[in-house]
């Protein structure tokens, strides 16, 4: 990273960096210690950087306690201590192709090579887990350390004895009497989701992020708590070794390491000059997203051995090499305020507006904080510094809030209680996270998945209005409400994109035979939630009219077979609300109707408790108008044909599910069986 080019006055940097180590110190503490850091690495990167350009334009101030001289902290002193007869050096970071190509430069200086020849590299994932160093003595794992300060680790032997992947003895023959493998510990990604989404069902504490993760899990006191952690280790390079190298170069050294069973990633690649550095970087820049680990970035390693040694290290890192970082996924920025989004089916979701941050390969203004619960767990005020997280193509989010950073005017995330896009009130289920606007078919938000479904093939079956119709409709501003529909004039209509005057009196008509339609189709088409076709009938059946069932209470709604708490309190909400009732009555004026429904009282239920499945086309009716009737009679309609199914109703071309039901000896009914329980 370049230095800042105003260059502070002597006075100003040494303020500076008594800051900059307080800070530092503060946050590797929180980082390696506690496995809880409470900025972005993108932070503690910078904070680093800054440090190091002060140093080296002030020689003076760098000092032997500097957090640039070290590297991690001081192991944990519950485990035992180990020193590392080799080593474990860190690398120099790289952000810019021209930090690589300076890289790649010095490389060629300090191997004395004539200008234009290219090195041999290789060029390989920078793994984001946890350093650890094993050490094999006659090919049994004798210990496991971390990296700690570089000079000494601790010793987890337990614990890396739990992962799967790290061989407890090595396969086939010729390594050395003492052999010390370095790699990465980490959490595959996939088990980390899984494990964070049963730690919350349970109620228990989640992993910040994977790295965390793999960090907190080698740093358990008990190894039965890593043994359930799903962890996993791939190699990177050899630490003491009692034959000298066991390759001459990097890359035959990592083919040995895979030959004796160790796990060596497989997307490592030798690459030569600093064309085939950057072009690897953007390739696996294009597959990060796609990988089942978080990785940071890519580490270029000179392969020759002899190279290597030519090169040599200076202070804490070799000069053979160097990573060169991907942009941070997590960046720190300001949350301004929280909004309220209404999706299709009415769920509000917050929506966090940032200060404009650069993260992930791009500038973030907005963010999802999923739901309520999301927002409380991570203690996120208005007002916030957060942490904002966008891996891959995938939405950005706020990862996390920082407490101790909260300004005294910070304020709390409160849900509304009436929808920001229609006004009406909104509701949240207990038990749930989602909170809803009841607004329903009123609710320009939730309108056209509304409309869409009042006019689909189970609702009102208007011919030839499909999804597209519908949305050019709302959008042109030409409908708002189902009701509206029916005022549509021909005119209007044939002047749609796509819609000439034959189309449009198509449609016209349509809509025209729709208004002759059944209660319980009806009652599905007005969208009421968790109303489906089985409840709008058994409600039609229950009550006969609409207005009993528009006038019924949750206890009364409680006695409709099929209608639980819930469902009846969604009926109840969803008629009270005046601006339903307004659309209910408006359809009722525009001239829908529906014959008079016969009641039947339970008795007159005769296939109560029988599971009958409809297949193949019928002849004097619909398949869904088929499954209405049964439905009324107190019969369930299933979808597929089991040993349980009571009858098969078969219409004409009826298929696979005629094979099955007669395979199973499920009687085989049809149509005029049907007509004669119906009439
Ligand atoms: S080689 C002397 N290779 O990065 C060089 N390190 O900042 C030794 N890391 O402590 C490291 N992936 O935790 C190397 N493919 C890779 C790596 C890698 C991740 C980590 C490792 C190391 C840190 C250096």
Redesign the pocket.
Known sequence: MSADPSVPSLAVAQKRVTELHQQLHHHAWRYYALDDPEIPDAEYDRLFAELQAIEQAYPALLTDDSPSQR?GAAPLSAFESVAHAVP????N?AFADEDIIAFDKRVADGLELTAGAAINYFA????????VSLRYEQGQLVQAAT?GDGQTGENITANVKTIASVPLRLRGSGWPDVLEV?G?VYMPLREFDAFNKQAAAAGEKTLVNPRNGAAGSLRQLDSRITAARPLAM?C??VGESSDGAIAASHSESLARLQQWGLRV?PL?KAVSGADGLLAYYQRLGQQRASLDYD?DGV?Y?VDDFLQQRELGFVAR??RW?I?HKFPAQEELTELVDVEFQVGRTGALTPVARLKPVFVGGVTVSNATLHNMDEVTRKDIHIGDTVVVRRAGDVIPEVARSLPDRRPANAQPVAMPSACPVCGSHVERVEGEAVARCTGGLVCAAQRKEAIKHFASRKALDVDGLGDKLVEQLVDDGLIESPADLFTLSLEQVSQLERMAVKSGQNLIDALEKAKQTSLPRFLFALGIREVGEATAAALANHYGELSAVMAADERSLQQVPDVGPVVARHIAEFFAEPRNQAVVNALLSQGLAWPPIEKRAPDEQPLLGKTYVITGTLSSMSRSDAKAALQALGAKVSGSVSKKTDGLVAGEAAGSKLTKAESLGVPVLDEAWLLAQTS
């Open positions: 590297v474990m050096l860190s690398l970071n390989e994932p920078k793994l984001d887990g946890l350093a990296r370095r990465e791939y990177y390079s990633c490592g990785i580490v390693k890192a070799p090499a990573a």
